[in-house]
């Protein structure tokens, strides 16, 4: 064979393993929708707990994530509409297992409760306590049970994008009750410099399974949520899972 139509060849084979190869890292690639107002778990830029799990957990797979930060309601739709392959921080509940595909093991676990203005009287245990007309302080298409589900319909239900606006319209009487996780309670009460002494936390109502939901119709997701569930197993038996999740504070 001529020099130069070795080097054809060689320049060739080059090509082709370039390709290769970049079609493998491609492969190994898992596009997350990141929220922006869930600080411990995931703030404004994405980062948090939620993304130190699922990166160590996938990294036993040899999965690293792309990630897209979004507003929640944001999030869910791009990957319901295959935009994204997931989006962590969702709870696995009816109406979530009926538009997403879910793994078994879910990222973390948090507690929700109700909040209410400093003063007031109400204090619910339940949300079948709650009255007809009740302003209710909610984010937009977040999840809180599927006791929450099958009483929303009652509530004065108002809806907004972040939790800073929760914690300022319930101290401007715009609400009579919040629904917030506890330790994002916390983490922006801290940030935000507001004075806890202005809100009162009652009874927590809800302990959520937080999961990645993952586009129920894409043929990767079956692959994807089988490397989490095992990354994600393995984070916890050798305590690494713990090591994590022991820095909550805000």
């Given amino acids: 064979m001529r020099l130069a139509e070795l080097g054809k060849v060689l320049v060739l084979v080059s090509v082709f393993w370039g ?11 898992v596009r997350i929708a990141a929220e922006d107002s869930w600080p411990p778990f995931s703030d404004r830029n ?8 699922a990166e160590a957990a996938f990294a036993y797979s040899n999965y690293r994530l792309e990630i897209s930060v979004v507003p929640y309601a944001r999030a869910l739709r791009q990957v ?32 929700i409760s109700f909040y209410y203005r400093a003063g007031t009287a109400l204090h619910y245990t339940s949300f079948a306590e ?8 909610v984010i937009i298409d977040y999840e809180y ?23 300022y319209m319930l101290n401007a009487r715009r609400f009579d009750v919040v629904l917030m996780f506890d330790k994002v309670f916390e983490s922006h009460i801290a940030s935000l410099q507001l004075n806890p002494e202005d809100y009162r936390q009652g009874h927590s109502f809800y302990t959520s399974e937080i999961y990645i939901a993952f586009n129920a119709s894409n043929k990767k997701a079956e692959i994807y949520s089988q490397a989490l569930d095992s990354g994600l ?10 090591e994590i999740m022991a820095d909550l504070s805000p």
């Fill in 46 to 53: 994405g980062q948090g707990l939620s993304k130190k799990i």
């Fill in 19 to 29: 390709v290769t190869v970049n079609a493998d890292v491609d492969n190994h690639v």
């Fill in 145 to 167: 049970g599927d006791e929450f589900e099958q009483h929303k319909h009652r509530f004065d239900l108002v809806s907004v994008s972040t939790q800073k606006s929760l914690l």
């Fill in 80 to 111: 319901e509409q295959g935009l994204l392959d997931g989006c962590w921080n969702v709870t696995r509940q009816a109406n979530t297992e009926a538009r997403y595909h879910f793994g078994e093991e879910p990222l973390l676990k948090a507690d």
């Fill in 130 to 137: 709650i009255p007809d007309g009740t302003q209710v302080g």
């Fill in 233 to 242: 197993r393995q984070l916890r038996e050798s305590g690494r899972y713990n």
